[in-house]
């Protein structure tokens, strides 16, 4: 089964850095879009950031500038940078992947989720 494990995440002071690993497995034709959403406590899932098979990226608002989404075709792995963190960036962190499957179908699968907590 296509499975994605993320790794990174905890706890870090306000003005600190964390860098979130994502790697997906299994048999894949191909991954188009992978991305980092997020859910902070009480609130719905949003999108953060992702990146296309050929490097366009995309990012929400509250994260330009701080934020670097980057990723490795050849280790099927994305990655978060994530700088400057403030307090409102408290979230689990899920990765996203977008893929075609041998019958070129293309399907979505999600990791396990990371908690991200930016103390003041």
């Known amino acids: 089964q296509v499975q994605l494990v993320e790794s990174g995440g905890g706890l870090v002071q306000a003005g600190g850095s964390l860098r979130l690993s994502c790697a997906a497995s299994?048999?894949?034709?191909?991954?188009?879009?992978m991305g980092w959403y997020r859910q902070a406590p009480g609130k719905q899932r949003e999108l953060v950031a992702s990146?296309?098979?050929?490097?366009?990226?995309n990012y929400a608002d509250s994260v330009k500038g701080r934020f670097a989404i980057s990723r490795d075709n050849a280790k099927r792995s994305v990655y978060l940078q994530m700088n400057s963190l403030k307090p409102e960036d408290t979230a689990v962190y899920y990765c996203?992947?977008?893929?075609?499957?041998?019958?070129?179908?293309?399907?979505?699968?999600w990791g396990q989720g990371t908690l991200v907590t930016v103390s003041s």
């Open positions: 299994g048999i894949m034709f191909g991954i188009n879009v």
């Open positions: 996203n992947a977008n893929y075609l499957n041998p019958s070129m179908r293309s399907l979505e699968v």
């Open positions: 990146i296309s098979s050929g490097g366009s990226t």
